[in-house]
């Protein structure tokens, strides 16, 4: 067994036996890992306080790659920020981003980039921005990241070039053209500037992204259209959404 060291970001925690805690952690260097800490409920000091979920850590761990179960034997907090759990609408968007980020993730699978997307969307609630826009930049960023990248440059279908009549299948994954609108019934509409919005997203810089202007229409379009997209290719029920505003 080798010792291990990573930041970490907490997913998930559960009670085992009376003691002790197994945690669902999101490494910067591992990947998705799952960590045993023994006697913390009792003796939390010895930790320095209890892990909390979307906390960011320093993780000290005997890696076994034989079991799915590592022994933690350091997990410090670096920031469990306190500006988000002092406000429900902002701890309810960290919770949602933190199920979204699980549910893309596979045990082992490194993915710096998924990593720093976190923290940065975190860091960013933590501030003055709308946790709607947040949420926005953080779906459309997962889901460049992870590989479930819906396809808006061409037809889903036929690949051929859009020409801005087309329309937006959830189920398929991208965009249909007007000869293609047949292979979904429940294809929708999409205004430019919604296109125009998730390409800008996804190929500005964070900061630059949080200062996007986005009209009321648009918006909502965009909400309607990666929660539908995040439903059917997730194939899982997000359930930290139903408490978002």
Known sequence: MAIQKSEAIILKTHGFRETSLIVNFFTQDFGK???????IRTQPQRYGGMPLVFSRNLLVFYDTPKRDLNLVTQCDAQDQFPAIRADLEKS??????????????????KNEKLFELAILALKALCGNFQSQQIARIFEIRLLNLSGFKPRLDACVHCQKEITGQEKFSSSLGGILCLRCLGQDKNAKAVLKGTLASIEYIENSIWKKALYLKINRNIASE?????SSFLDIHLDKEIKSRKFLI
């Open 33 to 39: 890992i799952n960590g045993l800490i023994k006697g």
């Open 92 to 109: 309810n968007y960290a919770k949602y981003f933190i199920e979204l980020l699980d549910a893309v993730t596979f045990a082992h699978d």
């Open 222 to 226: 965009l909400a309607n259209i990666l």
